[in-house]
């Protein structure tokens, strides 16, 4: 019995001194899964670990080494096994490379702590944010950029050289697992999926290497989303500025009407028997000036219109805008009462927009100054066709007219068209150019229908 005490006293004594000259934790464990002993070269991180092991671990570390144990355990032959886990300690997180046997009835595991090599450094030189994590989603390193990244989107900083569960962060972690859900999958080692919230927009990559380690990159797109919105912003107080000229024309019409009325009535001393006309020149002003009102309102909300309607509050302003610049206005609307789902002042201006670049095109041009609107229901889409007689586009011009900041007129911005276009798929519609060479150009917007609405 005393060479049995003496020689547990030693086999103690041997474990703690390795532990302190190697930095390794060591765990011994009986069958049951119960710690029985524990060796580490640091007190407070001991007490820790002796006091709630199993609340060092997240759920999914715990089932990764449990299943490690039994593995352990039942295993045939007593070989070691290996695994790679993860303990966080009070606000402090340990990444273990354990290795493990079986020796009579208990288990004893060596744990080696996994220092993020330097090679890894070289992501600093990079120009864009980059995580280097594993499979699982345990961070590993980032660099200098990511943290100046976060610290603008006003996202939680990390501590260098320590991993961390990308749960306990903020929300947007949520599209790196659906990234890294996809590169478990055999096959797949690149995935791409985006994040935008409150202003803030990423677009973040992710590729993976050997042994399931993984960078995840992302490209900040935060400015370029408000970048758009004044780029819309900007086109629609052009439209509205344009629009204005031919508003101030048409008034005039219905403002002559009512003078030469009022002074009639004034010499006939009978106004009642003008009341009807006056009255009825006056809705009419009403009506073109609601239509004006309603490019140049700010709200973005969208809404189910029908589509008849929605065309003809843009006739008076069509016709004016082709009067007041010598160009013949014709047009057909047809469609069915099934509503479009959109923001009724964001497809006037796109369509202004449209009518403008025809109006110019004509510019040089003194016959067939034409301009034709046709809207039917072509299957599932309310098409709206808008087709001039102008120089046309030439097709290697063609090619390149939905690029931003494309343009070929000298103090054009090359915003007209793609922006049309970014409209219009945002209504989730189509948006197509069609145009020859000294024959004209047709363009066409499809926006879906919602039968369901009827």
């Known amino acids: 019995m005393v060479n049995t005490k003496k020689e547990a006293y030693e086999n103690n004594f041997l474990l703690n001194k390795i532990s302190e000259l190697s930095n390794t934790w060591t765990f011994v464990f009986d069958l049951n899964e119960n710690l029985k002993r524990l060796y580490i070269n640091d007190d407070t991180v001991k007490s820790h670990v002796q006091k709630d092991f199993q609340g060092c671990f997240s759920t999914k570390e715990w089932n990764k080494f449990q299943h490690f144990y039994h593995k352990i355990i039942y295993s045939k032959e007593h070989s070691l096994q290996e695994l ?11 990444p273990l490379q354990l290795k493990g046997e079986r020796i009579d009835n208990v288990v004893v595991i060596i744990g080696k702590k996994m220092i993020v090599e330097s090679k890894y450094s070289m992501f600093n030189g990079l120009p864009i944010p980059i995580i280097f994590m594993d499979i699982d989603g ?26 961390f569960y990308l749960e306990q962060y903020h929300a947007f972690y949520e599209s790196i697992y659906s990234l890294l859900n996809t590169l478990k999958k055999e096959n797949e080692k690149c995935a791409e999926t985006s994040f935008r919230e409150d202003g803030i927009q990423l677009s973040v990559q992710a590729v ?24 819309k912003t900007q086109q629609q107080m052009e439209a509205v500025t344009q629009v204005a000229a031919g508003v101030a024309h048409e008034l005039r019409n219905p403002l002559s009407v009512i003078k030469g009325f009022l002074q009639l009535s004034r010499l006939s001393n009978n106004l009642n028997k003008y009341y009807d006309t006056i009255f009825s020149e006056i809705e009419r002003m009403n009506k073109i000036i609601e239509d004006f009102l309603s490019v140049s309102r700010k709200e ?3 809404h189910f219109v029908k589509p ?33 789902y959109v923001n009724d002042q964001m497809i006037k201006q796109v369509l202004i927009n449209i009518l403008r670049n025809s109006i110019e095109a004509y510019d040089k041009q003194k016959e067939n100054r034409t301009f034709k609107l046709n809207t039917y229901n072509d299957g599932d889409f309310f098409r709206i066709e808008l087709v001039d007689q102008g120089p046309g586009i030439p097709e290697a011009i063609l090619s390149k007219i939905d690029q931003p900041f494309f343009t070929t007129k000298e103090k054009g911005t090359g915003i007209g068209i793609p922006l049309c276009k970014q409209i219009i798929e945002e209504h989730k519609g189509r948006f197509f150019v069609e145009s020859e060479e000294s024959k004209g150009t047709k363009v066409s917007l499809l926006l879906p229908i919602y039968k369901d609405r009827i």
């Open 84 to 94: 790679n886990v993860t303990l966080k300690i009070g606000a402090d997180y340990h």
């Open 138 to 163: 345990v961070i590993l390193d980032w660099n200098s950029q990511l943290e100046s990244l976060f610290e603008s989107l006003n996202i939680a900083t990390f501590k260098m050289n320590e991993p």
């Open 208 to 231: 993976k290497f050997e042994n399931n380690f993984v960078i995840v990159s992302f490209k900040d797109e935060s400015l370029l989303l408000k970048h758009e919105k004044m780029l």
């Open 300 to 302: 973005i909300e969208l």
């Open 308 to 340: 008849l309607t929605l065309m003809e509050s843009l006739l008076m302003i069509f016709r004016s805008e082709c009067l007041l610049h010598d160009v013949h206005f014709t047009f057909s609307i047809n469609g069915s009462d099934s509503p479009v």
